[in-house]
């Protein structure tokens, strides 16, 4: 290094300007591509609705519940409470049109790994993952109360907040619509309460809640461009800083350790000076 600044002067100057040019470049396509994002956010109510159940009646040995309700608008979240059941009773919930996704972890704290945009079917073993279907079943280990959680339509978002790709505003609204229209259809469900004892006409009222959504306004994904030009050029400052460490401190070693041969032969000179 040494070598190569004493041949060429200029060579600390011109890696300084390198650096500083590639950070003004740089931080410019951050801010560009910040400012001209093709990203937009959709954002959807995502309201709780309870439903009314309807009492099917019983089967003829009296060990069998049936009712029904039904959901006609974009739906995500589905919730079906039943208190009172005894132990081994098996509650069953079916969907008339398409499936249905559950997990007995879903919707819970101590769930790890969990995701139900997956299934079982793709691969992804590291995950507990939801099972799609028309029809879930659910047999109680202690007596009380069993909730069953399912998602309806996992496409959906499910905070009320999604996000897609778009070459324009008019088509994110056109595209956000459409995803929101394609899951709006009416479905008729079934719960299936079964009892090893006899069920009495009114003992069982099946709670049923879900949760929908409606598209409210889509709107272009923005973040502070100066904040981000300011982090990027943070970045890049660093990352060239830590480059030019090591040039630098070899630099200015050799120049000290010059300047200190030059104090010695001075003094030499200085001494052999005076004896003369």
């Not at 591509?33 to 954002?43: D, G, K, R």
């Not at 609705?49 to 519940?65: A, C, E, K, R």
């Not at 919707?107 to 691969?123: L, V």
Request: proline content about 3%; overall charge negative; glycine content about 6%.
């Amino acid at each position: 290094m040494k070598k190569a600044l004493a041949q060429n002067p200029n060579m600390l100057r011109t890696m300084i300007g390198l650096g500083l040019t590639l950070i003004v470049i740089l931080s410019y396509a951050v801010y560009g591509a910040t400012i001209a994002s093709s990203y937009y956010m959709y954002h959807t109510t995502n309201e709780s609705v309870n439903h009314d159940v309807n009492n099917q009646g019983l089967s003829p040995d009296n060990t069998t519940q049936t009712w029904t309700f039904t959901t006609n608008r974009s739906t995500t979240w589905l919730n079906v409470t039943i208190d009172g059941v005894e132990i081994e009773d098996t509650i069953s919930v079916g969907v008339s049109d398409g499936v249905w996704y559950h997990h007995e972890m879903l919707g819970s704290e101590d769930a790890d790994r969990f995701s139900c945009r997956q299934t079982d079917d793709q691969g992804f073993e590291e995950y507990n993952v939801c099972t799609a279907s028309k029809v879930h079943s659910f047999t109680a280990e202690s007596a009380g109360l069993v909730i069953m959680r399912g998602i309806v339509s996992p496409e959906l978002p499910m905070g009320g907040l999604g996000s897609l790709y778009a070459d324009s505003l008019e088509d994110a609204e056109e595209d956000s619509s459409e995803l929101i229209a394609a899951y709006n259809g009416t479905r008729v469900w079934t719960i299936t309460l079964e009892s090893s004892d006899e069920i009495h006409p009114s003992e069982y009222s099946p709670l049923v809640e879900s949760t929908t959504h409606e598209l409210e306004k889509v709107e272009p994904f923005t973040i502070n461009p100066v904040t981000e030009m300011l982090w990027s050029i943070s970045a890049l400052i660093g990352c060239f800083a830590i480059a030019l460490v090591i040039p630098l401190s070899i630099y200015f070693a050799a120049r000290a350790k010059e300047r200190r041969e030059e104090q010695v032969r001075k003094v030499a000179l200085d001494k052999t000076t005076q004896q003369e």
